[in-house]
């Protein structure tokens, strides 16, 4: 009957597809978890029906007979969903009441066990569908299917991936969103922990491994989204600061940019590592999403904050102007000094011009409040000046050049930038953040030299000619 009531649900009238719902409405009240077994077929039927009727506009339906297959048909859904519990995780392991015979707790079992597998292709099937009404349903139910039985849902998890990872092209931000809730909770679930999965090997010789509150398919889920960034820069440039944002708020934003900085320090494409990297730290500066791991970089007071920036620093150097930004945030003058003195060795382009403008720009914002009160302590903070100053050589006397030089105007005492820090000063700064001493900055400089060079060599490479057509 399910079968007959799933086919004309599919009808091009609209009064047959309306009863045929409401027929599947009435099953899964009087049937209970005894449709269980159905669901697949049922979900064929309902994730269709979802549509909105601008979908629909082709269609000849009644107005009335539209709005109310929708109703019932988010009905059918929400019932069918309610049916699904954590128990139905373990029902595999459980033993049968010793006091219910053999046979009929067997036959009650088989009757209440849920068929996974054709639901997880149903679901991935749907998942395409040109209605966003229908994506969004699918992925309510892949979320609340890991919520409610996360082991067995583990089982078929590699079909899903897949999917999941091409949804984040979704041209609807609901859906993405939605797609990532499910892609973070695969990613955090405690299930995961007892699975394992192939990574690529030159992931494998890297310090990457799951942070304590993820499991495998974070890395996985880290990866998959740098190679299609890498592949679809359209989508980097479009979408990719709202997918970090988002992914931020529902994971930790710590572990997220270790991570992806531990992965960076292995991609081949250099310029794509450059473009990701500029993306990723504008984020970094800009979005309240991070405020708090902003704050923790820029006091640096404990040995775990340290670790992190010098991570951060060796992908950073992809990209030049974005590592001073880090040295700017993290309050490391001094390095950031000697960074802008090898500037002078590297190709100056109308790009990297414009990265400094923005640079400035960042400056005069409300994130770098703490930087510009330090100006006032001439004496401690000879290095900052110093710096600023490398920024304003390095601009052409543009809008950016003028900002910054009127800021740089209103510095008292001008006459002693050039007074050498005094050891009372570098006591205290010690005292203050006791770690940062612990980093090799003369390794990280070498660092930044050696991927600098590697840039050059890249941008320095011939275009290759286009085919001759004979």
């Given at each position: ?22 027929w599947?409405?009435e ?23 979802l ?8 269609l ?85 299917l ?16 897949p ?96 991570t ?37 970089l820029?006091?640096?007071?404990t040995?775990?904050c ?30 950031a ?72 105007q ?61």
């Amino acid at each position: 009957m399910v079968n007959i009531l799933t086919a004309h649900s599919q009808s091009s009238e609209d009064l047959i597809q309306l009863t045929a719902v409401t027929w599947l409405k009435e099953f899964i009240r009087l049937s209970g978890r005894s449709i269980l077994p159905y669901t697949s077929g049922i979900l064929t039927a309902i994730l269709p029906c979802l549509a909105y009727d601008d979908e629909r506009k082709n269609l000849l339906f009644d107005a009335d007979n539209k709005k109310m297959i929708i109703e019932v048909s988010k009905t059918v859904n929400n019932s069918l969903m309610k049916l699904i519990t954590a128990e139905d995780d373990s029902d595999i392991n459980e033993q049968p009441d010793s006091s219910e015979p053999a046979e009929d707790s067997a036959s009650r079992q088989t009757v209440e066990k849920l068929a996974l597998p054709s639901v997880i292709d149903v679901l991935s099937k749907h998942l395409l569908h040109n209605s966003t009404q229908t994506r969004l349903s699918v992925l309510r139910w892949i979320y609340h299917l890991h919520m409610q039985i996360p082991n067995k849902m583990f089982q078929h998890v590699e079909e899903l991936f897949p999917v999941l990872i091409r949804t984040l092209s979704d041209p609807c931000d609901e859906v993405v969103l939605r797609d990532l809730e499910v892609l973070a909770e695969i990613s955090s679930s405690a299930a995961g922990r007892r699975h394992s999965i192939q990574l690529p090997e030159h992931i494998k010789n890297l310090s990457v491994a799951p942070p304590g509150s993820m499991n495998i398919y974070f890395i996985k889920f880290m990866l998959s989204l740098m190679n299609l960034f890498a592949t679809d820069h359209q989508l980097l440039d479009d979408r990719g600061s709202f997918i970090i944002q988002q992914l931020c708020l529902l994971l930790n934003a710590e572990d997220i940019y270790r991570t992806l900085a531990e992965i960076l320090l292995k991609e081949s494409d250099l310029k794509f590592a450059s473009h990701i990297v500029q993306t990723l730290n504008t984020i970094l500066l800009t979005s309240k999403e991070l405020f708090e791991l902003r704050n923790r970089l820029k006091d640096l007071k404990t040995e775990k904050c340290c670790s992190l920036f010098v991570c951060l620093y060796r992908s950073w150097c992809y990209n030049a102007v974005a590592t001073v930004s880090l040295c700017f945030l993290t309050q490391n003058y001094k390095h950031a000094c000697d960074l802008l003195q090898k500037f002078g060795d590297l190709e100056v382009t109308v790009e990297f011009l414009t990265e400094i403008d923005k640079l400035v720009q960042l400056i005069e914002s409300p994130i770098f409040t703490y930087l510009r009160l330090q100006l006032l302590d001439v004496e401690h903070n000879h290095h900052l000046m110093k710096s600023l100053y490398g920024l304003l050589m390095l601009l052409p006397q543009s809008d950016a050049f003028r900002t910054l030089l009127h800021r740089l105007q209103c510095i008292p005492n001008l006459q002693q930038m050039h007074m050498p820090t005094n050891e009372r000063t570098k006591k205290s700064e010690v005292a203050l953040r006791p770690h940062v001493k612990q980093i090799n900055f003369a390794d990280l400089l070498q660092h930044f030299n050696s991927i600098q060079k590697q840039l050059l060599l890249v941008d320095r490479q011939p275009t290759p000619r286009p085919k001759e057509i004979s």
